[in-house]
């Protein structure tokens, strides 16, 4: 089997998150990566550090509108967090162990927790541009094709060889997300559902829409996934959200298209209420 490319390898990753912690006072033992659009949240957060991507040798860049390139951290809810104002995505070019090494860098910085947030295209045709889905599982559709951040020689210190998935997403932070959705009055657009990892960067076409709604996917997007695979196979507890942005189209001979301006537009006109679930399930968890 290949070896582990050195800038993959466990050493790299201390390296640089023992970087972070010597940039900032905060230890923080909660994670949250916004997506696209999403990013706002950052303004929530109290006494921070900022530090760019750009300025973390061996961290992801990412060259998306909408995805600022900044790690902020301070206290959210009265707790000290690590929050990233955007992600880097395999359609950008970057291999799936490259997605990991924001992850891993959380991990052993001491992040226990990770939130991780996204902008969807909604296959359920229930749902509704403006709809906030807690994530309750994910296809890795991308992993079916072999794209698959764990994939390669098992280092040890990360977790281990063969990690379960069948729980990814916590139960308790879901139960509570719905409880604090149920008390802002949010239940009419907050639901439930299956998030799919489309390598991207183009949008679905109708027949893979259709075929997304037969095996039970309820949004789809190009990121996330990769992610929660890092994270659960370090041990990580898991919850996640996707911001409807836009409806996939599964019919065919439609005028409209989907389009990137179209999801960050959506992400600001519901951004208020994604931040206020997620502060406030901050606030209320135990870390
Ligand atoms: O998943 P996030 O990063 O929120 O972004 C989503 O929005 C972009 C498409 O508009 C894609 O990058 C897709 O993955
Ligand atoms: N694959 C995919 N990703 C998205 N991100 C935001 N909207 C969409 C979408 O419709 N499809």
Redesign the pocket.
């Known amino acids: 089997m290949a070896d582990i490319a050195k800038e993959y390898m466990y050493e790299n990753i201390e390296r640089i998150a023992n970087g972070i912690l010597a940039q900032t006072k905060h230890r923080p033992k909660l994670g949250i990566?916004?997506?696209?659009?999403?990013g706002a949240l950052a303004d929530k957060v109290e006494d921070r550090t900022v530090i760019n991507y750009a300025d973390i040798t061996g961290f992801p860049i990412?060259t998306?509108p909408?995805?600022e390139g900044k790690l902020v951290i301070g206290k959210l809810g009265g707790k000290a967090v690590v929050l990233m104002q955007?992600?880097a995505?395999c359609?950008e070019g970057h291999p799936p162990q490259k997605i990991a090494i924001p992850v891993r860098t959380m991990k052993l910085m001491g992040v226990e927790t990770l939130f991780v947030?996204?902008?969807?295209?909604g296959i359920n045709r229930d749902y509704k541009v403006g709809d906030i889905m807690i994530m309750k599982d994910h296809i890795n559709l991308a992993g079916f094709a072999g794209i698959n951040p764990l994939v390669g020689n098992n280092d040890d210190k990360f977790g281990p060889r063969f990690p379960p998935m069948s729980n990814a997403y916590d139960r308790k932070l879901r139960d509570l997300a719905k409880s604090i959705a149920k008390e802002k009055g949010f239940e009419p657009f907050v639901r439930e559902g299956v998030y799919c990892?489309?390598v991207?960067?183009n949008?679905e076409t109708v027949t893979e829409a259709r075929f997304l709604n037969i095996i039970g996917v309820d949004a789809t997007?190009?990121?996330?996934v990769q992610e929660v695979l890092v994270a659960r196979h370090a041990g990580m507890r898991v919850f996640g959200m996707?911001?409807i942005?836009?409806m996939v189209i599964s019919e065919y001979d439609v005028e409209s298209v989907?389009?990137?301006a179209?999801?960050?537009e959506t992400?600001k006109a519901r951004s208020k209420d994604l931040q206020t679930l997620v502060s406030t399930l901050v606030e209320r968890m135990d870390l």
């Open positions: 990566i916004c997506g696209s659009g999403l990412s998306v909408g995805h955007g992600r995505h359609y947030t996204n902008a969807a295209g990892m489309m991207g960067p949008f997007g190009m990121s996330t996707s911001l942005t836009n989907a389009n990137h179209e999801v960050l992400g």
